[in-house]
């Protein structure tokens, strides 16, 4: 029950955050402002950094995460850990459908900096941080990782929704939210059974 608690306060957040910053003045000015502050671009190492790890958050990257944690004798893992970012995926399709947000690009063609091809589907919530977190998140409970491991799995969750921002194709709050949903569907995801 607590964890179904957890999980049902972690989607409120991102549901929040969204709702402040598509629904208020005060919200969308600033997740504008925190977007031209990312997006105005920091050089090009920056530049190849950040577009070298954004499809880190893709289906197709968790599939050969799984891929590669099957192959060193974890199926039964990588199995929950991807079906659980697919579910997040298709979650947060149907919340895109719904909500409808214009990615940055599209609202302000002349300010923003696109660094990758358009993608497809509206802007809130992003689906890369949300299909990261919530594979990392079940990955790592599965196999048993350490806080380490789990702080640098973290991270790397951070730095590829921060990338999605960088590259013009989602405001913060988009990200914030995203990687918020990720966490709550991590959280209540059914654990699988030890084999110990």
Not at 109 to 125: C, K, L, Q, V
Not at 165 to 182: E, M, N, Q, R, T
């Amino acid at each position: 029950m607590r964890t179904i608690l957890w999980g049902a306060a972690l989607g409120a957040a991102g549901g929040a955050l969204g709702h402040a910053a598509l629904r208020t003045d005060q919200g969308r000015e600033l997740d504008e402002q925190l977007f031209k502050a990312v997006n105005d671009g920091h050089g090009p190492r920056a530049d190849r950094f950040f577009f070298s790890v954004t499809e880190l958050g893709s289906l197709y990257a968790a599939g050969a995460a799984a891929v590669a944690i099957a192959v060193c004798g974890r199926p039964r893992e990588a199995a929950r850990a991807l079906s659980a970012a697919g579910a997040t995926w298709m979650l947060g399709q149907g919340i895109k459908k719904a909500v409808d947000r214009p990615r940055p690009f599209q609202a302000d063609e002349d300010g923003t900096r696109r660094m990758i091809a358009e993608p497809r589907g509206t802007s809130w919530p992003s689906s890369h941080p949300a299909v990261l977190t919530t594979f990392t998140r079940v990955a790592a409970r599965e196999l048993g990782l350490g806080s380490v491991a789990s702080a640098a799995l973290t991270a790397l969750d951070g730095v590829v929704a921060t990338s999605r921002v960088y590259l013009g194709v989602h405001y913060p709050s988009d990200v914030g939210s995203g990687l918020l949903f990720g966490r709550a569907v991590a959280r209540v995801w059914p654990r699988g059974r030890s084999r110990r």
